[in-house]
């Protein structure tokens, strides 16, 4: 598989809204996500999520995996909210991107991004986290409130509570530099 490039994902989307042809929301997560919005890290997949009637899901899946193969992109459906608890008010941060047919498209709630990335702590996620506040895409302090709020849940998802925090204050370490 090729990296992902912000070009390759624009295309990924316009031919998806032409394969789909139906209302339907979709999130990107992960490197994707952070691909549009600028980042110099190359990214292998498209990690995303979507919400649709689960009779619609089959139909959209579908259109997923043959686009996925004609384009050689390596598609991962991530159920965030499975990996962290997802902090207080997440769906209304969402970014929109832009609508490619009947569907509607959008970053997932940067935070939230922040926040998954922190808990796996590979330094590769750090240095996304870092990416994101300087660009100033999500504030400091804003992060630690929403940070503070899902760590007492951080069991609940098999987070590591005491790795939690530590990859924490490591990129409080890193920021305030």
């Not at 998806?16 to 929301?25: C, K, M, N, S, T």
């Not at 994707?32 to 919400?51: H, I, K, M, N, Q």
């Amino acid at each position: 598989m090729e990296p992902v490039t912000s070009l390759a994902l624009q295309h990924f989307l316009q031919r998806l809204g032409v394969l789909y042809p139906d209302p339907a929301e979709f999130y990107l997560l992960g490197g994707s996500a952070l691909c549009l919005l600028g980042s110099p890290r190359e990214t292998l997949d498209v990690d995303y999520t979507f919400e649709l009637s689960p009779d619609q899901s089959e139909a959209f899946q579908s259109a997923l995996n043959q686009l996925g193969n004609e384009m050689k992109l390596d598609l991962e459906s991530v159920p965030l909210g499975e990996f962290i608890p997802l902090p207080p008010e997440s769906h209304q941060r969402r970014r929109f991107i832009g609508r490619f047919g009947q569907m509607d498209v959008y970053i997932f709630d940067l935070y939230s991004i922040a926040l998954s990335k922190i808990a796996r702590g590979f330094e590769s996620d750090i240095e996304d986290v870092l990416f994101l506040l300087e660009e100033k895409l999500i504030q400091f302090d804003f992060l630690e409130q929403l940070f503070l709020a899902i760590l007492p849940r951080a069991s609940k998802s098999d987070i590591d509570a005491q790795e939690f925090r530590t990859y924490f204050e490591e990129v409080r370490r890193r920021w305030s530099k």
